[in-house]
C-alpha cells in the first residue's frame, strides 16, 4: 500500500500545468480539519478487511506570505495474517509565487521510522529542481509543473468559469520526491448542499454553502507515455474558500473514505494587496 499518497489525497487537490495564465487569488480559508477514515470497499486480492483511523489537515498563510500545510494521519490497517499501525506526518511550504516548496515527510509503521524525507524543490523557465536532503542528498531535474495550492487556486478559478475538465502536472513531495505526475480533473455543477448531509454539523456555518463536486485521477510518469491507468484516484466536495470534504481515496485494489468531523476556522492574516495575482 502506497502510505505516503493517503495523507495527501484529502489534499490532493492540487494540479496545474506552468504555462497557465495569471488569476485573482481566491480567499482561501485558513482552518484545521479533521477526518474519520475508513474503509469503502476492498477486493480479495488486496488482503485488507478493515481501515480504521483519522486524518488532521492543516492549512494556514495567504497568497503574501505562502501557504503551510501539515498533514497527519493516523490508520489501522487490518488484513488477513496481521494488523498494521500507519503513523503519516507531512509538513510543506509554498511561497506566494508558487516558485518554491519545501516539503518534511516522516512514515512510521508500527512506531518504528520506516521512511523520511526532506527537501526542496524550485520552478524554473525550464522545469523544476529538486534538492534532496534526506534519506540521501542529490538532486533530481523533472519537468514543468506546479505545486499544490497554486493548482488549488487554479482549480477553483476554472470550477467559478463552469469548466469542467482540465489535464496538468503536480509535484507534492510525496514518496521518494523523484516523480512529477500527471492528473486528470473533473469538475461538476456547483451544487446546493443537502439538508440530510452527515457533514453538516462539522460545517456549522457553512454547511449552507455551495460546492463542486471534483473527481481527481493520478498517473505516473508526466509526459512520459506512461500506462492509460490511474495509480489512483480521489473524489471529494470543494468549497469556494478551499476547503474540501466528503472524501473517497481509491488505490485500486481498495478505497476508503473520509468524512468531516470537525472543522475549526482561523483569523485571516491580513489582506493582500488588490493587485496580487497567483504565479504564471
Known amino acids: 500500500m502506497r502510505a505516503t499518497r493517503l495523507s495527501l489525497s484529502a489534499v490532493l487537490l492540487s494540479t496545474a500545468i506552468s ?12 482552518h484545521r480539519a479533521v477526518y474519520d477514515l475508513s474503509l469503502n470497499k476492498a477486493s480479495d486480492r488486496s488482503g485488507i478487511t478493515g ?12 497568497p503574501c506570505e505562502g501557504y503551510t500545510v501539515r ?21 510543506t511550504f509554498e511561497d506566494a509565487e508558487g516558485k518554491t516548496f519545501s516539503f518534511l515527510t516522516k512514515s512510521f509503521v508500527d512506531q518504528n521510522l520506516d521512511k523520511e524525507v526532506e527537501g526542496m524543490a ?64 473533473v469538475l461538476g455543477e456547483k451544487t446546493d448542499p443537502d439538508k440530510s448531509d452527515p457533514e453538516a454539523p462539522a460545517l456549522a456555518k457553512l ?8 473527481d481527481i485521477a493520478y498517473f505516473d510518469d508526466a509526459g ?12 471529494f466536495k470543494l468549497h469556494e474558500n478551499g476547503i474540501t470534504r466528503d472524501l473517497v481515496m481509491d488505490y485500486g485494489g481498495f478505497s ?20 496580487k495575482v497567483a504565479p504564471d
Open 19 to 30: 504555462m497557465a495564465p495569471a488569476f485573482a487569488v481566491p480567499a482561501l480559508q485558513a
Open 51 to 62: 481501515i480504521l483511523g483519522r486524518m488532521v489537515y492543516e492549512f494556514n498563510g495567504s
Open 71 to 91: 498533514v497527519r494521519f493516523i490508520i489501522q490497517v487490518v488484513a488477513k495474517d496481521n494488523t498494521t499501525l500507519i503513523d503519516h506526518q507531512t509538513t
Open 122 to 185: 524550485t520552478r524554473g523557465p525550464k522545469g523544476l529542481k529538486v534538492d534532496i536532503d534526506k534519506p540521501l542528498k542529490s538532486t533530481l531535474e523533472l519537468g514543468a509543473t506546479r505545486f499544490p495550492t497554486s493548482h488549488l487556486v487554479e482549480m477553483i478559478d476554472k470550477a467559478e468559469k463552469g469548466e469542467n475538465f482540465y489535464q496538468s502536472n503536480l509535484f507534492d513531495g510525496s514518496e521518494d520526491a523523484n516523480k512529477v505526475v500527471t492528473t486528470a480533473v
Open 207 to 214: 454547511a449552507t454553502d455551495k460546492y463542486w463536486p471534483v
Open 224 to 235: 512520459k507515455g506512461g500506462s492509460d491507468v490511474p495509480e489512483y484516484r480521489v473524489s
Open 256 to 275: 476508503m473514505t473520509g468524512k468531516l468531523v470537525n472543522l475549526s476556522l482561523f483569523d485571516q492574516t491580513k489582506p493582500c494587496p488588490a493587485s
